[in-house]
T-cell receptor, first 118, second 114 residues
Framework: AQSVTQLDSQVPVFEEAPVELRCNYS??????LFWYVQYPNQGLQLLLK??????LVESINGFEAEFNKSQTSFHLRKPSVHISDTAEYFC????????????????FGQGTILTVHP | SAVISQKPSRDICQRGTSLTIQCQVD?????MFWYRQQPGQSLTLIAT?????????ESGFVIDKFPISRPNLTFSTLTVSNMSPEDSSIYLC???????????FGDGTRLSIL
C-alpha cells in the first residue's frame, strides 16, 4: 500500500521569504504526484501535478515542485511567498496500474499549514 | 477543468437522522469520488462512484452507512445514514476526466451532528 508523509504540520514564514513544504511518499509501484491547496472554508484546488516527463513542475502562481524518484520525494517550493499564500497544502499520490494509468484513488498526506506573516 | 457544485454547502443535523449530499458536474466525467475530511485531519477516500453499477467502497466504509448513487455521468449523491457526532466532517466530491487526469474537487459539505 502507498503512503504519503508531509514532514511539517505547520510552517510559519515572513512575507517575501522562501518556503519549502516537504513531501515523501512510499509506494512499490509508479505513481502520479499532486499538490493541492485548501484555503479557509474552501474545497481543494489543484496546485500542480507530476505525471511524467520533466521532474520539475511549476504552477501559475510561482510554486514549483520537483519529483525525486531516488528519494521518493515531491517537495513544494516558492522563492518568495505572499500573505495570500496562507493556506493548508496537501501532497497526494495516485498509484498507477500495470497499464500505466491511474486507478484514480488519491492517498493524501496529513497536510501542512503555511502561515505567511507580514 | 470541470465545475463541481455540491449541495448543501453546510448543515447541522440531529443524531440518528440521514442527509443526502448532491454533487453536480458541468460536463460528463468518467470517475467520481467521495472523500471525508474529519476536523483537523487529511482526506480519506470513502468510495468511487461508478456510473451504472455499485460504488466501490474503501476499507472501513460500508454501503449501509454511506449509500451512493451515480445515475449518470454528471451527477452523484452520497447519503450519510444514522448520523452520530463522529460523522461531523467535511464531505467532498471529486471528479476526474479519465485515467491520466488529475482530480478536481468541489467546495465540500460541512456537516455537524448534534
Amino acid at each position: 500500500a502507498q503512503s504519503v508523509t508531509q514532514l511539517d504540520s505547520q510552517v510559519p514564514v515572513f512575507e517575501e521569504a522562501p518556503v519549502e513544504l516537504r513531501c515523501n511518499y512510499s509506494s512499490s509501484v509508479s505513481v502520479y504526484l499532486f499538490w493541492y491547496v485548501q484555503y479557509p472554508n474552501q474545497g481543494l484546488q489543484l496546485l500542480l501535478k507530476y505525471l511524467s516527463g520533466s521532474t520539475l513542475v511549476e504552477s501559475i502562481n510561482g510554486f514549483e515542485a520537483e519529483f525525486n524518484k531516488s528519494q521518493t520525494s515531491f517537495h513544494l517550493r516558492k522563492p518568495s511567498v505572499h500573505i495570500s499564500d496562507t493556506a493548508e497544502y496537501f501532497c497526494a499520490v495516485s498509484v498507477l496500474n500495470a497499464g500505466g494509468t491511474s486507478y484514480g484513488k488519491l492517498t493524501f498526506g496529513q497536510g501542512t499549514i503555511l502561515t505567511v506573516h507580514p | 477543468s470541470a465545475v463541481i457544485s455540491q449541495k448543501p454547502s453546510r448543515d447541522i443535523c440531529q443524531r440518528g437522522t440521514s442527509l443526502t449530499i448532491q454533487c453536480q458536474v458541468d460536463s460528463q466525467v468518467t470517475m467520481m469520488f467521495w472523500y471525508r475530511q474529519q476536523p483537523g485531519q487529511s482526506l480519506t477516500l470513502i468510495a468511487t462512484a461508478n456510473q451504472g453499477s455499485e460504488a466501490t467502497y474503501e476499507s472501513g466504509f460500508v454501503i449501509d452507512k454511506f449509500p451512493i448513487s451515480r445515475p449518470n455521468l454528471t451527477f452523484s449523491t452520497l447519503t450519510v445514514s444514522n448520523m452520530s457526532p463522529e460523522d461531523s466532517s467535511i464531505y467532498l466530491c471529486s471528479v476526474a476526466g479519465g485515467a491520466y487526469q488529475p482530480q478536481h474537487f468541489g467546495d465540500g459539505t460541512r456537516l455537524s451532528i448534534l
